[in-house]
């Protein structure tokens, strides 16, 4: 069974401020992709990165990076230089190769005051 | 990417009375649609797989006979809340996986039950 941990419940900063989202999953099998997805007051769930399992590649997207460690099945998130708009809910999910069917994380509610 | 569509975006009801929501896959075959269902502060719950042409596969606990779940064509699901109850206002939330078994994710629909 797969599992996904965001330990993180709410979080916030003050606009500027770096911050990093932590994200730990489970999962048995070796092929498996792991999400970020933002989920802005409005409800609809932008997505914002996929990684597979074989490319353990840290990522960087303007402000956002990402660090995926398999050592510690962690896919962690930051936000550099934070701002008000980056306020929503994010979710951190994986993907089996055997289901393809997501696990999501329970979230992390990220506020950022001005 | 891909885009898939959710109607209605909102919708308030009376107890008692059924509700369909519309999901459909506009630039893209489906042939998988999943069926979520999210309370508020809380993660998404996966309700039912549906794939085309076939019955849905609900999930442990979710009740077939309230949440009827038709996907009668590779780019429309439907899901009906029959007689509805406050208990069953949530966020409801469609996604549609292509053959390349890549997920996209609906806007939602809020349902209100009075």
């Known amino acids: 069974a797969q599992k996904v941990t965001q330990a993180q419940t709410e979080i916030s900063v003050v606009e500027k401020e770096d911050v990093t989202l932590d994200c730990v999953y489970e999962?048995?099998?070796?092929?498996?992709?792991l999400f970020w997805y933002k989920q802005p007051p409005s409800g609809e769930l932008v997505f914002l990165i996929r990684?597979?399992?074989?490319?353990?590649q840290n990522e960087i997207s303007g402000r956002y990076s990402w660090n995926f460690q398999k050592s510690t099945s962690s896919f962690n998130f930051t936000i550099t230089a934070s701002q008000v708009v980056d306020s929503a809910v994010y979710f951190c999910?994986?993907?089996?190769?055997?289901?393809?069917?997501?696990?999501f994380g329970r979230g992390t509610s990220l506020i950022v005051h001005p | 990417g891909a885009v898939v569509s959710q109607h209605p975006s909102r919708v308030i009801c009376k107890s008692g009375t059924s509700v369909k929501i519309e999901c459909r896959s506009l630039?893209?075959?489906?042939?998988?649609m999943f069926w979520y269902r999210q309370f508020p502060k809380q993660s998404l719950m996966l309700m039912a797989t549906?794939?085309?042409?076939?019955?849905?596969?609900?999930e442990q606990g979710v009740e077939k006979d309230k949440f009827l779940i038709n996907h009668a064509s590779l780019t429309l699901s439907t899901l009906t809340v029959t007689s509805a109850h406050p208990e069953d206002s949530s966020f409801y939330i469609c996604?549609?996986?292509?053959?390349?078994?890549?997920?996209?994710f609906g806007p939602g629909t809020r349902l209100t039950v009075t």
């Open positions: 996604s549609a996986r292509d053959v390349g078994h890549e997920q996209y």
């Open positions: 999962t048995r099998d070796t092929t498996y992709y």
């Open positions: 990684r597979n399992s074989f490319d353990e």
């Open positions: 999910a994986l993907i089996t190769g055997g289901s393809y069917i997501p696990t």
């Open positions: 630039d893209f075959q489906a042939t998988t």
């Open positions: 549906s794939n085309e042409g076939s019955k849905a596969t609900y």
